[in-house]
């Protein structure tokens, strides 16, 4: 039995109907991305739900592969499968197909369904890959900062600029209402950075493993004891951006906020003063160059005494007086 015209026009307007909803709702998401990056760029959306706004190139990319390749093709599947579903409850009911089919399967139909995956996935490859091929792809870095996961603190180090390691830990409830900045992101001491730079980020970890999670950066690296990983970012803009531990970690893995604080070189310059650290780099290679003459000079009077020294090679003259003894032989007779 056939589907009767008015199950058909009912099927249709209802097709019609979800896809004008889904496609509305997806554009009005799009619309309003923007908006919502001027109110809260750097930090968590409270009921958002698209990417947080970038703040760097990669984050750029990111964007671009999410809603240019990813989002049409995942909307085009759901409305696919959902109108599939839709027409084979209302085609093949029991009111509608009183006497079911009897074949069991449909060659062309399988070979559909198992190519056109494929073709799918390696179509979106070729766009993942160019992404991750950028994430490994670091410019010459203008900074390098350590960053070593603590259970449950980060600590930051600048080892080109001389600045020790310090902690940074959790800004407590009370402090951070005070300062009106967000209770469990912001930091005690955040990691500064200038902007405009490439800054390369060398992760590791003291205990367990921990992660390091910039959404606005687009970065999430894993911090693993006894291994480094690096990453790199280069903010676009000044500001405070929030990021957070992304591998559980144990009882207080909430509560491992990390601030980064973007600012100016001349903010920056003084931030590393203030920190007793120097912008010129503390090369300790030519201090052995200068000390090889010093000890050359050194060298050369030992060898002057050494030769006055009865274990010295001049020492075989001076021991050959013994002869003498010889015409004191012949006056004993």
């Given at each position: 039995?056939?589907?009767?015209?008015?199950?058909?026009?009912?099927?249709?307007?209802?097709?019609?109907?979800?896809?004008?909803?889904?496609?509305?709702?997806?554009?009005?998401?799009?619309?309003?991305?923007?908006?919502?990056?001027?109110?809260?760029?750097?930090?968590?959306?409270?009921?958002?739900?698209?990417?947080?706004?970038?703040?760097?190139?990669?984050?750029?990319?990111?964007?671009?592969?999410?809603?240019?390749?990813?989002?049409?093709?995942?909307?085009?599947?759901?409305?696919?499968v959902l109108?599939?579903?839709?027409?084979?409850?209302?085609?093949?009911?029991?009111?509608?197909?009183?006497?079911?089919?009897?074949?069991?399967?449909?060659?062309?139909?399988?070979?559909?369904?198992?190519?056109?995956?494929?073709?799918?996935?390696?179509?979106?490859?070729?766009?993942?890959?160019?992404?991750?091929?950028?994430?490994?792809?670091?410019?010459?870095?203008?900074?390098?900062?350590?960053?070593?996961?603590?259970?449950?603190?980060?600590?930051?180090?600048?080892?080109?600029?001389?600045?020790?390691?310090?902690?940074?830990?959790?800004?407590?409830?009370?402090?951070?209402?005070?300062?009106?900045?967000?209770?469990?992101?912001?930091?005690?001491?955040?990691?500064?950075?200038?902007?405009?730079?490439?800054?390369?980020?060398?992760?590791?970890?003291s205990d367990?493993?921990?992660?390091?999670?910039?959404?606005?950066?687009?970065?999430?690296?894993?911090?693993?004891?006894?291994?480094?990983?690096?990453?790199?970012?280069?903010?676009?803009?000044?500001?405070?951006?929030?990021?957070?531990?992304?591998?559980?970690?144990?009882?207080?893995?909430?509560?491992?906020?990390?601030?980064?604080?973007?600012?100016?070189?001349?903010?920056?310059?003084?931030?590393?003063?203030?920190?007793?650290?120097?912008?010129?780099?503390?090369?300790?290679?030519?201090?052995?160059?200068?000390?090889?003459?010093?000890?050359?000079?050194?060298e050369t009077?030992?060898?002057?005494?050494?030769?006055?020294?009865?274990?010295?090679?001049?020492?075989?003259?001076?021991?050959?007086?013994?002869?003498?003894?010889?015409?004191?032989?012949?006056?004993?007779?």
């Amino acid at each position: 039995m056939g589907m009767g015209k008015r199950a058909r026009g009912t099927l249709k307007g209802a097709a019609t109907g979800a896809s004008s909803i889904v496609l509305g709702a997806g554009l009005a998401m799009f619309a309003a991305a923007p908006t919502w990056a001027q109110d809260l760029m750097g930090q968590p959306t409270p009921g958002g739900i698209d990417l947080q706004p970038a703040a760097a190139p990669l984050k750029h990319d990111a964007i671009w592969f999410h809603n240019i390749i990813l989002m049409p093709i995942i909307t085009a599947i759901t409305l696919l499968v959902l109108g599939l579903l839709a027409w084979i409850a209302i085609r093949y009911n029991k009111k509608s197909n009183p006497t079911p089919a009897r074949w069991s399967h449909n060659t062309a139909v399988e070979i559909v369904w198992t190519v056109l995956p494929v073709v799918i996935l390696v179509f979106i490859s070729l766009f993942s890959f160019r992404l991750l091929f950028a994430y490994h792809d670091m410019p010459s870095p203008d900074l390098t900062v350590k960053v070593t996961g603590n259970q449950w603190n980060w600590a930051y180090e600048y080892p080109d600029q001389g600045v020790a390691e310090y902690i940074s830990n959790m800004l407590p409830e009370e402090e951070a209402k005070a300062k009106g900045v967000p209770y469990r992101l912001a930091a005690t001491e955040p990691m500064v950075v200038p902007v405009g730079k490439t800054v390369q980020l060398v992760i590791t970890a003291s205990d367990v493993i921990h992660a390091v999670a910039l959404p606005a950066f687009g970065l999430k690296t894993d911090a693993v004891p006894g291994r480094i990983n690096t990453t790199w970012f280069k903010a676009e803009r000044t500001g405070v951006f929030y990021g957070q531990c992304s591998e559980l970690c144990g009882v207080d893995h909430a509560f491992m906020p990390l601030e980064i604080r973007v600012v100016t070189q001349a903010q920056f310059e003084q931030w590393i003063a203030s920190k007793g650290g120097s912008m010129t780099p503390k090369v300790a290679e030519p201090a052995p160059a200068a000390a090889a003459p010093a000890a050359a000079t050194a060298e050369t009077p030992a060898a002057g005494e050494a030769a006055a020294t009865p274990e010295a090679g001049a020492t075989a003259p001076a021991a050959q007086p013994v002869p003498a003894a010889a015409p004191a032989a012949p006056a004993a007779q």
